[in-house]
């Protein structure tokens, strides 16, 4: 078979091996360019995959930022209606404390309502597993801010004792402007002065005025919703009420046999 393929190879002209050597080398060219055009389409394909996979990637997390943002929204709903069915409850009461004709009576039923709507209001002020509030009512006398009443959180200590002065205080300033002080990290508020007998884990603060009364003041571990800021208002609004007939309630009382000249320990003006 050798001898047979040599003898045939002999007997071409000269010529024949140019065209071989033609046709060999159109081969290789066309042989390497089909290469090339499969791994060029291979790589169409892969790029193709990979966009198809970044965007079903980006879908992905629109989709749990998508999730994400309705758990919000109803938690926000959830709180928002818990809040509003807590509520009433304190507007019937302040409205039986306004047709009790007894001042003792008033001043009692007042400071228990005023207790028990700061308990509630650190409970509604959670919008999520792990949220925990404290709050607490600080009456004015004398540029000083008093802690009157207080939720749990606060060190017993503190109800009568802590104070806060107007000019240097995150609360204090609420007080003077009348407006409603709120921020994610209190620690960077210019107002703020550090307790050194304090080991608070707050570190978001809300300050709502209660006219000229004090301040409602709530402390966060995280930053505050905007749901938990209105209920917050709601809860402002219905504790200046009560403090009104209260210190109604204490002037018509120091005006009896039993009555003084100061608010004992209230301390109220």
Known sequence: MEGLMKSMLDKLPPWAYQVFAVVIAAGMIFYFVKTL???????????????????????????????????MHEHTALQMLSALRDV????????D?????????????ASFLLQ?????????????????????????????????????????????ERQLHVDRSVAGRSYRKQAIVQSADVTKDEDW????????????????P?????????????????????????????????????IAAYRRWSQTDHGSTSFGTYGVM
């Open 37 to 71: 055009y499969i791994n060029k389409k291979l790589s169409d394909m892969i790029a193709d995959v990979m966009r198809r996979d970044d965007r079903m990637q980006n879908i992905q997390l629109r989709m749990e930022e998508l999730r994400s943002a309705q758990i």
């Open 88 to 95: 009433k409850p304190f507007m019937d009461a302040l409205n």
């Open 97 to 109: 404390i306004r047709a009790i004709a007894d001042p003792y009576a008033v001043l009692t039923e």
């Open 116 to 160: 028990r709507l700061l308990d509630l209001l650190a409970v509604d002020m959670k919008l999520k597993a792990g949220g925990h509030h404290r709050c607490g009512i600080w009456l004015h006398a004398d540029q000083i801010l008093t802690l009157r009443f207080a939720s749990a959180g606060f060190p017993k200590h503190y109800v009568g």
């Open 193 to 208: 002065e550090r307790n050194t007998d304090s080991r608070s884990p707050y570190q978001a603060l809300m300050c709502l």
């Open 210 to 246: 209660l006219g000229t009364y004090g301040v409602l003041t709530i402390d966060g571990l995280e930053r505050f919703h905007d749901s938990s800021r209105a209920i917050g208002e709601i809860y402002a609004s219905l504790s200046t009420g009560i403090i009104a007939e209260y």
